[in-house]
């Protein structure tokens, strides 16, 4: 059932604090398609649909390839729309991602993150949205249901702010944060309204006094061109996110940036993770620290646009950086995250050592212990110069 | 109705200029449906001869809003234009102020029978106000004549060539038609660009009714026919006078044969000018003629049977 509170401290799961958001937002438009775990994020937005408190219309689709394809339509149609999904559901909607992205609308999803089959698993990992990576989409990764919440208002600005008109996804974790009850604090529709603002598209299918043609078909005299621009959008996502952050934290008192660092200015070592394990890898930083031991974290928050600059210069230094993906790249060479970290230090003088580390997939327990381990590893590393493994699987 | 005086008077709405084939039946089906809405009209192409035809960038042959996504989702992104339609009309949101406005989705066979089917029948089932029309040729066109489940029988394809052991497509064409009204809409239609006014009439009536409408429409492809140009509109009549593509309606559930040809053409009359068929005509092949004689026979007598019935 979907919740009734309207302000304050609540405890909600991440399904339910993202629908709420979106009712908070809501969007003219929603199609969508139910998928575990993001299930309950399209139920909960039913019934604020059912019982009159958004004006949503609501397209209750017969596939995900069908929710993203009627986002489209209605996002050309000039209305701010919204959708939810998860693994294969997200997989499905692949094709029309990069549409959606290249067509420049806004649209804002909700991506619970889980694993893709085969084998089939309905458990938390990344293959789904790192699959999607490519896609054009803004990507903001979250760690609890807080930031979730949070982040989906922002996603809103971020993706229809004028000097970057792309569609934006916001991911967290499956079950761990999608259904685990946090208490969270919710902010007033008044508040949401004015962060958010009235959506104003530059075009729309329904000014049949001015009508426009959209998703002409291009040759090679002018393909590029279009692609050139939607990459520089995605430039300007940088310091549009930044600034959307800024407003965020000036409202709501709650700061956020392109990554978070953890203990990490003075670190000697440090993990690179998204989303909840961050949680799990503090506690193991401070367990270190304790100790003595110069460790920290930092934690991706926008994956798409990726802050390679920034990023290197917080670990420009440090002696040895573990990256943990939760996903497979499947290319013999690490996950996608450790990737294109390694990739932004290179042009480093002081380059930390790197590896990279594959966790948790299929939802495996990513525990305290396991970070420890990886701490152990980077000190071996940082002592000795040497690097034995690469890329390796752990939490087998 | 308008008169075809009156319909020369109306603005295309639909330009000339556009890089569809002499001889396409596309365009005229085009024009008289957008002419039919007799007003603000929105649409949608599938990924197809019409979607390339008529929009290489920077030019575009439409006057109305329009919009090409993907191939096999015309249903599902016209859903989409029509629930924003709805969500800004009822917030009193709508660019220009409050208007009436006519949703179409158009795709070829390929995009509505195949591919594009699943998101069709979806649409259909949610019950959106839109008309979906198909231009139904026969096969794959824009992608070099591959078959379809639209392809007549023995039809001669890029895929289901006519060869030494086998003779073309081997099966039967699937009935679009009666899938669609399976879903129960307001109105679905078979029409043919020779019969300019039915045509038009059953555009008129399909966006003039509240709610989900369909309309499968013969569309000569000299390309893919392997057929002259100028044939194009005489080869539409004869698919109708021969009975293979037979025009009626299904309004609220009751079927109405909307034309029967007095005096029921052979369908070699049909196939004849089209050189798909061309090995039909070899003396070893007389038997699939007969063949495919008497299933059209068939499907004409099961129409019959269902005439005035409620389905």
Same mark, same amino acid.
């Given at each position: 059932?979907?919740?009734t ?7 909600l799961?991440g399904?339910?604090?993202v629908?709420y ?14 998928i575990?775990?993001?299930t309950?994020?399209v /139920?909960d937005f039913?019934s604020?649909?059912a019982?009159?408190?958004v004006t ?10 069908s929710?993203?394809? &009627? ?7 000039g209305?701010?729309v919204?959708? &939810?999904?998860?693994?294969q559901?997200?997989?499905?909607m692949?094709e ?8 420049r609308? !806004? $649209?804002v999803m909700?991506?619970?993150?889980? &694993?893709?089959s085969a084998?089939?698993?309905i458990?938390c990992d ?7 990576r490519?896609s054009?989409?803004?990507?903001i990764?979250?760690e609890?249901?807080?930031?979730a *919440?949070d ?6 600005r971020i993706?229809e702010h004028?000097?970057v008109?792309? !569609?934006a996804?916001?991911c967290f974790?499956g079950f761990?944060t999608s259904?685990a009850?946090e208490n $969270?604090?919710?902010l007033d529709?008044q /508040?949401v309204r004015?962060?958010i603002g /009235? ?5 729309s299918l329904l000014d049949t006094?001015?009508p ?5 078909m291009?040759?090679?005299?002018t ?11 995605m ?6 996110s ?5 407003d965020?934290?000036k409202r709501?008192?709650r700061?956020?940036?392109l990554? %978070?660092?953890y203990?990490? %200015?003075?670190a ?12 799990t890898?503090k506690?193991?930083?401070d ?7 110069k ?5 991706p928050r926008?994956f798409?646009?990726f !802050?390679?600059k %920034?990023m ?5 230094g440090?002696k040895a950086?573990a ?7 499947m290319? &013999?060479f690490?996950?996608p995250?450790?990737n294109?970290?390694r ?6 003088d002081n380059?930390p050592?790197?590896i990279n580390r ?7 327990? *990513?525990?305290?212990?396991d970070?420890l381990?990886?701490?152990e /590893?980077?000190a071996?590393?940082? %002592?000795?110069?040497?690097i034995e493994?690469?890329?390796?699987y752990?939490?087998? | 109705m ?6 020369s008077?109306?603005?295309?709405l +639909? ?6 084939c002499?001889?396409c039946?596309?365009?005229p089906i085009?024009?008289l ?5 007799g007003?603000p009209?929105?649409a949608?192409t599938?990924?197809? =001869?019409?979607?390339?035809?008529t929009t290489i ?5 439409w006057?109305?809003?329009w919009?090409?996504?993907?191939f ?10 029509e629930a ?6 009822r917030?009193?949101?709508l660019?220009g102020?409050?208007k009436?406005?006519?949703f ?5 066979d390929?995009?509505?029978?195949d ?5 069709l029948?979806?649409a259909?089932?949610r019950?959106?106000?839109f008309?979906?029309? =198909?231009y139904?040729n026969?096969?794959y066109?824009?992608?070099?004549i ?5 392809t007549p029988l +023995?039809?001669n394809?890029?895929t289901?060539?006519?060869g ?8 039967w064409? @699937?009935?679009l038609?009666r899938?669609v009204v ?5 109105y679905?239609a ?8 039915d045509?038009?009439k059953?555009?008129e009536k399909a966006?003039?009714?509240k709610?989900?409408t +369909?309309m ?9 026919w392997?057929?002259k140009?100028?044939?194009s509109?005489k080869l539409a009549?004869?698919s109708?006078?021969t =009975?293979?593509?037979?025009l009626?309606?299904v309004?609220?559930g009751v079927l ?10 052979p369908?070699?009359?049909?196939l004849?000018p089209q050189?798909?068929f061309?090995?039909? +005509?070899k003396p070893e ?6 063949e495919?004689? @008497? ?10 049977a269902l005439?005035g019935?409620r389905?």
């Open positions: 059932m979907a919740i509170a309207t302000r304050g401290q609540t405890g799961t399904n339910s604090a629908a958001a979106m009712k908070q937002i809501n969007p003219d438009v929603c199609a969508a398609y139910p575990t775990p993001s309950q994020v /139920e039913s604020y649909v019982d009159g408190v949503t219309e609501l397209v209750t689709v017969e596939s995900e390839h929710a993203m394809s &009627a986002c489209i339509g209605a996002a050309a149609a209305a701010r919204m959708t &939810a999904t998860s693994s559901g997200l997989a499905l692949w029309m991602l990069y549409i959606a992205s290249g067509m609308l !806004p $649209i909700a991506n619970v993150n889980r &694993a893709l084998p089939i698993n458990h990344h293959s789904d949205s790192m699959g999607a490519d054009g989409w803004v990507q990764y979250s609890t249901v807080q930031e *919440y982040n989906m208002f922002m996603a809103v993706a004028k000097s008109l792309l !569609p996804m916001v974790d761990i259904h009850i $969270i604090s919710l529709d /508040e004015q962060f /009235e959506y104003r598209p530059a075009v006094d001015h426009v043609t959209m998703g002409a291009t040759l090679p005299d393909y590029i061109e279009f692609k050139h621009q939607q990459s520089e959008a430039k300007r996502a940088s310091a549009a930044v600034e959307v952050m800024k965020f934290g709501f008192g700061e956020y940036g990554f %978070e660092t203990r990490l %200015e003075d000697d070592t440090a993990i690179v993770i998204l989303n909840s394990a961050a949680g890898t506690v193991a930083i367990e270190l620290r304790k100790q003595g031991r460790v920290g974290l930092l934690r926008f798409r646009p !802050p390679w %920034e290197a210069e917080a670990l420009k440090k950086v990256v943990l993906d939760r996903a497979d790249s290319n &013999a690490g996950g995250v450790f294109e970290v990739s932004a230090l290179y042009d480093l380059r050592k790197m594959i966790y948790g997939l299929g939802g495996r327990d *990513y525990k305290v212990k970070a381990a990886v701490f /590893e980077l071996k590393v940082s %002592e000795t110069g040497g493994t690469l890329v390796k752990i939490t087998l | 308008a008169t075809l005086k009156e319909l008077k109306q603005q295309e +639909f330009s000339g200029g556009h890089r569809l002499a001889g039946g596309i365009p085009v024009r449906v957008l002419r039919a809405a007003g009209v929105v949608t599938a990924t197809g =001869c019409l979607e390339v035809g960038y920077p030019y575009t042959a006057r109305i809003p919009i090409h996504s993907a096999e989702n015309a249903a599902a992104t016209i859903s989409g234009a924003a339609y709805k969500s800004l009309k917030q009193g949101k660019p102020g409050d009436e406005i006519k179409v989705a158009f795709g070829g390929g995009g509505t029978y591919i594009g089917l699943q998101a029948s979806g259909l089932e019950g959106h106000n008309l979906y029309l =198909c139904d026969g096969a066109m824009n992608t070099g591959q078959r379809s489940s639209a +023995f039809s394809t890029t289901s060539p006519s030494d052991v086998i003779q073309g497509k081997q099966q064409r @699937k009935d038609t899938i399976a879903h129960n809409i307001p679905a078979q029409a043919s660009p020779h019969n300019w006014s045509l038009s059953k555009a966006l003039s009714i709610g989900a +369909f499968n429409v013969m569309s000569p492809c000299p390309l893919g392997y057929s140009p100028e044939d509109i009549k004869l109708v006078d =009975c293979y593509w037979p009626y309606e309004e609220n109405k044969i909307s034309y029967k040809p007095k005096e029921k053409k369908l070699v009359d049909w004849k050189g798909r061309k090995h039909l +005509f092949n007389a038997g699939l003629l007969d495919f004689q @008497k299933r059209v026979d068939d499907e004409w007598e099961r129409l019959l005439e019935k389905l």
